[in-house]
């Protein structure tokens, strides 16, 4: 498959306005296509110059156009169009490649002071991903690597029996080493997808991954240390040095309550996919709390404060790593009583393959599509596909997970009856009968929650 020529330069005016209108506007250019009134549940029939203009912009035919719902924004000209790999020609902001070793450069930079990167989500096509394809999320500055990673050590303190001091080289020769595949997910993944925009990185869905983990069960660690009744909260604590470089203040320490530190999931960790954990991705040591957002599993781990009352580290308090128990008006400032620290992440579930943008052969009447859904402390109940905005949904084929906070991998066919402008459409449900919702729903100033169903658009012909 190749792809779309989406964002090429166009000759006919029409097109390339459109384009730019869905970027800049997105409610004005579908009011241009749609006719001035569009009601926000039902739009006019898409017909005439509205549907000429849209087929032009999109790249080809809709066959499903009478189903195209008001206030939907193509997916062929969503931000994050086109896929990785492709570089648009010429593109208004096209998306800045990762160059870092060891690292895939179709990771997306978000940032580069600290620096973050994002996986689209046709690299996370694997089963297990690769560490190249891991996103990166940094808070502060990036350490030296370690030169002696046996001696790394950190402490466990507080409200703790004995406070413990310990090394890696101590942990790897006194402790089994368990292996699991887990899901980390950044808290503020699919955050891109609030409108209005919220505060922070501008994830699409790519702030995630599943690769293999090995490392010691914490709960083990802590219980050596020895809990006393005293203790309610933990707080975590990493190494490295804060942006502005004053040596006093954390990065981000971020804690949980000691039912959830006690979980026999939690790791500390010292290998990722079988090979010594990478400095960036917090080695030699790191915690990994997972289902919770990923800012819980604290790299380059240094100290593991035991608390008697909640923590209150830098992304504790206030909107960080909250959602509100009410929702909110999009856009205000929010009151901090009405927020809660966000637990378990959301149901979300992506579409692997095909890619977003990608061409397809002429006459192609059935495509197979690949994707992967977790859901934070919960599993997956199932997954169902759309390929006409929503009409119709077919059920796809689910894997269980390998161990509990593993990702669910899906596949499934579906039918494409002539060529022409597709979107296809993924939501997925979980354990509990929660279901994403078509749009980002319960804004909040941070976006936190933006767990929208994916969509991908594929252009056969
Ligand atoms: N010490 C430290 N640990 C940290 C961070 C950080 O900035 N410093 N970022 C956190 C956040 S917000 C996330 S999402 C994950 C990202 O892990 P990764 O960079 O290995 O993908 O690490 C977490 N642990
Ligand atoms: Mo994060």
Request: hydrophobic residues 35%; glycine residues 12%.
């Amino acid at each position: 498959m190749s792809k779309m020529q989406m964002f090429k330069s166009h000759e006919r005016s029409v097109e390339r306005s459109l384009d730019e209108l869905y970027n800049d506007d997105a409610e004005r250019a579908d009011a241009e296509v749609f006719g001035r009134k569009v009601s926000a549940s039902r739009r006019g029939f898409l017909g005439g110059a509205g549907l000429a203009a849209m087929s032009a912009a999109v790249g080809g035919a809709i066959p499903f156009a009478a189903n195209m719902p008001g206030g939907l924004i193509p997916a062929a000209l969503a931000q994050n169009a086109p896929a990785a790999g492709e570089s648009p020609a010429p593109a208004p902001k096209g998306p800045q490649h990762l160059q870092f070793p060891g690292k895939s450069d179709g990771l997306v930079v978000l940032g580069d002071r600290p620096l973050v990167a994002e996986t689209p989500e046709n690299l996370l096509d694997d089963d297990t991903t690769p560490t190249d394809k891991l996103f990166v999320r940094n808070n502060g500055q990036i350490p030296e690597e370690s030169k002696d990673p046996d001696k790394w050590s950190f402490v466990i303190d507080g409200e703790v029996n004995n406070k413990l001091t310990l090394t890696l080289g101590e942990l790897k020769a006194k402790h089994k080493p368990v292996t699991r595949r887990l899901v980390l997910e950044c808290g503020g993944n699919g955050r891109s997808f609030f409108t209005p925009q919220a505060r922070g990185n501008q994830w699409t869905n790519g702030g995630v991954g599943c690769p293999e983990w090995t490392g010691v069960k914490l709960a083990d660690i802590i219980k050596s240390a020895g809990l006393k009744p005293s203790a309610v909260f933990s707080g975590h604590y990493g190494r490295d040095l804060h942006l502005s470089g004053d040596e006093s203040k954390p990065t981000l320490s971020r804690g949980v309550p000691i039912k959830k530190l006690m979980d026999e999931n939690n790791l500390i960790v010292f290998a990722l996919n079988g090979k010594p954990l990478p400095n960036i991705h917090g080695g030699p040591v790191r915690l990994f709390i997972p289902g919770w957002p990923g800012s819980l599993s604290a790299k380059w781990l240094s100290r593991i404060w035991i608390r008697d009352k909640e923590h209150d580290g830098p992304g504790m308090t206030e909107f960080a790593y909250r959602v509100p128990i009410k929702p909110m008006i999009p856009g205000a400032k929010g009151d901090p009583k009405n927020f809660q620290i966000l637990e378990s992440m959301p149901i979300r579930s992506i579409i692997t393959s095909p890619a977003n943008g990608d061409k397809i052969a002429a006459g192609t009447k059935e495509i197979k599509l690949r994707g992967a859904a977790w859901a934070g402390d919960f599993t997956v109940d199932h997954v169902d596909v759309s390929t006409d905005f929503g009409a119709t949904w077919t059920r796809v084929k689910l894997s269980k997970p390998k161990n509990k906070y593993d990702w669910q991998r899906w596949t499934t066919t579906v039918k494409l009856p002539t060529d022409g402008y597709y979107e296809i459409w993924a939501r997925g449900t979980d354990s509990k009968g929660v279901m994403q919702p078509h749009m980002a729903g319960f804004w909040n100033p941070q976006g936190y929650g933006g767990n929208a169903m994916h969509r991908v658009a594929v252009l056969v012909g």
